[in-house]
């Protein structure tokens, strides 16, 4: 009987552990164009809008994009579409508690999106090191 009573904690334990060793992610996207911008996230039924004031930003939980969403930046005066990648964990900086990886994304007045270093403060000029598939050029 002691014996199942161990087994029955200790799975318990294991359990409690897994879960509270998960990592999610966030997103600080900032607004390096100048003008308030609208990024909208699509992918089939899902459909999200952010307004961003100029020198602004938002942030954004991993748990909240679909993947394989697209993004569309507008405003006044210009219009353009990303297909976000991956972005390698190196790139982030690491909260313990809660638990989270934070990734930084500054979106420039010519269209490119950089991935921040992660001890950087938002405008970053000039740009780091970017990871694979970065910088995000536009679409179209």
């Known amino acids: ?13 294991i359990t409690l552990f897994l879960v ?7 997103f600080e996207i900032y ?21 961003i004031k100029p020198a602004g930003y938002i942030t954004l939980d991993y748990w909240d994009l679909p993947n394989g969403v697209k993004a569309t930046v507008n405003s006044n ?4 579409e990303f297909l976000p990648k991956y972005v390698d964990h190196s790139f982030a900086k690491r909260s313990m508690i809660p638990s989270y990886n934070l990734f930084k994304l500054q979106i420039d007045l010519n269209g490119t999106v ?5 001890e950087s403060d938002f405008p970053a000029q000039p740009h ?3 990871p ?3 910088p995000l050029q536009t679409q179209n």
């Open 128 to 130: 780091a090191e970017q």
């Open 114 to 118: 950089y991935v921040v270093a992660p």
């Open 77 to 80: 005066n210009f219009s353009w």
């Open 1 to 13: 009987m002691n014996l199942k009573y161990f087994q029955i904690t200790l799975l318990f334990f």
């Open 132 to 134: 694979k598939f970065y």
């Open 31 to 51: 607004n390096n164009t100048g003008v308030e911008i609208t990024l909208t996230l699509n992918k089939g039924d899902y459909s999200a809008s952010y307004n």
């Open 20 to 26: 509270a060793c998960s990592v999610a992610s966030k």
